[in-house]
């Protein structure tokens, strides 16, 4: 039985969104594009407004995973410009909790929220070829690769990655 809850985090609380996504630019910036340098410089109401929109749930989600009262995963969703297409983004678990289905109960939960909206035929994300964990994690949901990429991360570094997506049940 797993001991914790995905969960909407109110906007109230911006101060664990920030300190769950800088910790995830610390620990894996090889996986993210953005820096953990130029993250740190966004002024607290860019993090409140990214919890206000995700509640809204119309353009962009984001869902955290908490155990007892430690945030400990979130995942995040947004509309493309590409009609029917929503972007996977900022997937992360911290190190001491991974391997204990928190991905796995995340990017259920993304999935369902964004189908439910009937928006959406198809969800994409980016990964690094180097992030073996998170690669077979999403081939799990059904993601297959479409494109081969090579970018500069959040380190600073380019790396190899690929463009994954999975076709979403429902109606649009």
Known sequence: MPNFEVFKLPPADWRLY???RLESLTEAPQAFISSYAETLLRPDSHWK????????GEKSWLLFARENDRITGMV???HTEDSGTV????VYVTKEKRGQGI???????ILAEVARSGDFRTARLAVTASQTAALALYQKFGFQIVTE???V???GVSHAGYIM???LAGPV
């Open 165 to 167: 997506q999975v076709e």
């Open 103 to 109: 991905a796995s109960a995340l990017m259920t939960a």
């Open 87 to 90: 972007d996977i983004i900022s």
């Open 153 to 155: 991360m959040g380190d």
């Open 149 to 151: 990429t090579t970018g």
């Open 18 to 20: 920030k300190q769950i």
């Open 49 to 56: 407004e990214r919890l206000i929109d995700a509640q809204a």
């Open 76 to 78: 995040g969703a947004y």
